[in-house]
């Protein structure tokens, strides 16, 4: 596409969207108001009536009092449906439900009659069994903050896999949605955040500042653009009515030295509103380690929250977002790491100086700052105007080991040492009007992003044979030497000497490459849907147009239709979805993997195919979901979908060379089947319980279409992905003792089968399977299968907990370089059976596992009133379960559950 077709289109999208353009992004907040005036049987008001809003599913609970007026008025709460109940003294208690759907403000007002406060009259309300079309998880504060969650720095995302179906978890606070690379986004107060936000590559928003959340994982509303494999909503805690200061502070520590501090408060009036938090936290093992033993795992977090609300009459209002993040954390070591020996001097002489370099010693910074108003506008009873703008950062640092040479690892994981520089700034402007009429639920509105990418890194060869100058005679590297002109005796020339790498190899004297590289990356959405609701029918019919430009352009059409019927009398609903969407290629280091295939130095470290460009293009996704919701008598529910996703340019992640710096890559085409679903059991006593699961196949297609060199995929044939999962599951339970003190107890069950792990060997020939995962690892032995292991060092298999006829490896003591291939076994990843392995059919896997949490508290431990002291006891992976994340993963590398941790909390609540 021209840069004037280009331009063409997004004039006259912009011309489409506006006035609704004027200063905001198509994510709309996704709360409602619900106001009204309780009065009594003769019509007048009633002050001092005790209203409150109770949503059984999230568990999110809210009360007021009618002000002399008789009025109350309820501000961000989150779509679904509530129970609103009324007590006023000398009155019946009025109970009602009503479903909220949209933006615009829901009057309520409610009549009491007179009577004895244990009479209750209820009113029949005109909410539906529910008015999701898709699958949707909702979750209040009250529950979730009673969710053993395993690090505070990667709390939000930790939730997200415990209480959403369809998740993946992996290491770092990373988790896949449906079966795509972390393709999420987060709506936070109508801001989206579309970047990764795992903790190795940004700060996550503090979960004390969360008062709910949802999870989309159902088919996208065309509001909804960018990433959406999930789409995460979150509502932050406001100030607002808040007329006496509350709030809290909070002290823990726990295993590894993990000490976490916090004050939050917040205050405000009728019309304005202030919540402020800044916490802290400090651990020795900051990242899930590549080892079971944690070394060289330090890290650091500080955050701070500021949430203003300000109402200026009864129609505009605006909140703005405030947010500051710093984290400083080292990069975990193996034992190969430790005590380094390498070439010091000499490497270009024929008798090159051997020392110890010492222990690696990399780290990284990350600093992220946000800032987000928006101005909400009531043009009249039934419409409302959202308009808003953000500015988001994250800068990232890495830094190399004081002594570079120390970065040498094993030879398929660090043989350059590297630091790096990287920016990656969002601004955007975005709008969004609701309109109801009758059935319709109207909502128009348009997004403009722009993202600024600035990467800056250093790097330099840290191992001697990597680009050696000369051969042996049996085609091998061998030490020292600056030229293949010096080869001497039997040694010639290597064939694959690379001149263009030469100065920058510091083993013999070079210096660090520089690369830099800069893009500004554009998208441009707008979007109408209508919401029908219409006897026991209910649909969503939206049409959403993107057009991206940045290392490349496109644009497209997004058709999204949902529908749901309810069958009341049996409690159940039947629905049915389907989206286009275009999915844009990942920010991070997009440049380097772009570009770096046409840069002399970068193309060798590539594994690049050619000397061009390979720019990453957007692609289309046709996804499909067909699913139920069941209600079983008032405390069970049932909700699932199948789910079909073919996507065409489907993303994942690969390696700089042999370096920890990772960028996006693209293949062909993807296809993704499976199902997911919930169990919940609501309103039940003082019990609140869920069960998520899903079942996901992530099959990628080859060829490899975009972005620089990939590792996996060689074969041309079908090959799942490393995070792909054939079942997960997680259960919480979570009940609230009947005493004053308010003690309660939470527990957790995490089921995962093993995500793809492809690097760990097995037995199964090419000429036996085309598509053998096992090609590079399959060999003969006396005659008879077996496994070549002579890839790995010691320190590897020891990892994978390989052992080769009873005998486990160590650290210090390699098992045999070949092993009869029925003589192999692991507690850790899952060998294919000799013969079988095959990568889309039967890829090695990470061994299933099973992790228990259990959390005890008392939130109100001496009773005193207006103030309280909490206390809690956390501990994740109760059982000391030992086991892996992944195994030598393209993107994450070799990973540990975290073993058992124990953490106790202390606060105090005023």
Known sequence: MSFSTLARKVLILSLLCFPFFLAANAWAQDTATLNGTVTDNTGAVIPGAKISVHNAVSGLARSAVTDDSGNFIFHNLPYGNYTVTVLSKGFATSKQTIGLTSAVPVNLNIGLKIGAAAQTVTVQGAAPLTTDTSLRTSMDRHAFSKIPLENPSSALSSLVTMMAPGVAADSNGMMHGLGDHASNSYSIDGQPVTDQQSKIFSNQLPEQA????????????????????????????????????????????????????????????????????????????????????????????????????????????????????????????????????????????????????????????????????????????????????????????????NNPLADLGPADLQQQSVAQQRSLLN??????????????????????????????????????????????????????YSSPANCPGDDSANPNYDSALAPYDLTRGGTPYHFNGHTDVKLLGVYAEDEIKTGNWFFNIGLRGDVYNGLSDASQAEPRISMAYTIKQTGTVLRASYARTLETPFNENLVLSSEGCANPVLNPLLACASGFATPLAPGYRNEFHAGLEQHFGKHIDFSADYIWKYTHNAYDFSVLGNTPITFPIEWHNSKIPGFAGRIDVVNFRHLLAYTVFSSVAARYFPPQVGGAGATVGQTGL?????????????????????????????????????????????????????????????????????????????????????????????????????????????????????????????????????????????????????????????????????????????????????????????????
Not at 338 to 367: C, E, H, M, W, Y
Request: glycine share 10%.
């Open 210 to 401: 969360v008062q709910s959340i949802q999870v989309i994982s159902g088919a996208p509303p065309a509001q909804y653009g960018d990433k959406t494999s999930l789409v995460i909503i979150v509502h932050t805690r406001s100030g607002e009515g808040v007329t006496t200061p509350t709030g809290s502070i909070t002290s823990s520590y726990g295993s590894f030295g993990t000490a976490v501090g916090g004050f939050n408060i917040g205050y405000g009036g009728k019309d304005w509103g202030n919540f402020l938090l800044v916490n802290g936290q400090n651990s020795g093992r900051f990242l899930d380690t590549p080892e079971h033993a944690v070394m060289h795992d330090k890290g650091n977090e500080e955050s701070a929250y500021d949430r203003i609300d300000y109402q200026f009459d009864p129609k505009d209002s605006m909140h703005l977002d405030l947010e500051y993040s710093r984290s400083w954390f080292q990069t975990p070591n193996t034992y190969d790491n430790l005590n380094v020996q390498n070439v010091v001097s000499g490497g270009s002489t024929a008798d090159p100086v051997f020392a110890n370099a010492g222990n690696a010693d990399q780290r990284s910074k990350i600093g992220t700052f946000n800032i987000a108003p928006t101005w909400t506008r009531i043009l009249s009873s039934n419409a409302i105007l959202n308009l808003g703008v953000y500015v988001r950062r994250d800068g990232f640092n890495y830094y190399p080991s």
């Open 427 to 480: 601004a955007g402007v975005h709008s969004d009007l609701t309109w109801t009429h009758g059935v319709h639920t109207v909502k128009i509105g348009g997004d403009y992003n722009q993202t600024f990418l600035n990467e800056d890194f250093q790097l330099g060869i840290v191992n001697n044979l990597f680009n050696a100058p000369c051969v042996d005679a049996g085609g091998n590297p061998v030490y020292g």
């Open 718 to 910: 079908p090959f799942r992905i490393d995070h792909d999962e054939r079942f997960n599951q997680s259960t919480h339970i979570q009940y609230a003792l009947p005493f004053k003190t308010a003690p309660w107890i939470g527990f957790n069950w995490r089921y995962d089968s093993g995500l793809v792990a492809g690097a760990v060997p097995c037995y199964n020939p090419l000429s036996h399977d085309p598509n053998s995962a096992c090609a590079s690892t399959s060999t003969i032995l006396n005659g008879k299968p077996a496994i070549d292991l002579s890839s790995l060092t010691a320190d590897q298999e020891f990892e994978a907990g390989l052992i080769c006829n009873g005998v486990k490896a160590t650290p210090g003591h390699p098992l045999p370089a070949v092993c009869p291939a029925n003589e192999l076994t692991s507690s850790l990843v899952k060998i294919p059976a000799p013969g079988t392995g095959d990568n889309d059919r039967n890829p090695p896997r990470i061994q299933p596992r099973s992790v228990f949490d259990l959390s005890l508290g008392d939130d109100d431990l001496f009773v005193r009133g207006n103030t309280r002291w909490s206390v809690q006891l956390t501990g994740v992976n109760i059982a000391n379960k030992y086991a892996l994340y992944n195994f030598l993963s393209t993107f994450s590398g070799t990973h540990y559950l975290t073993p058992r941790s124990l953490t106790a909390q202390i606060g105090f609540h005023f």
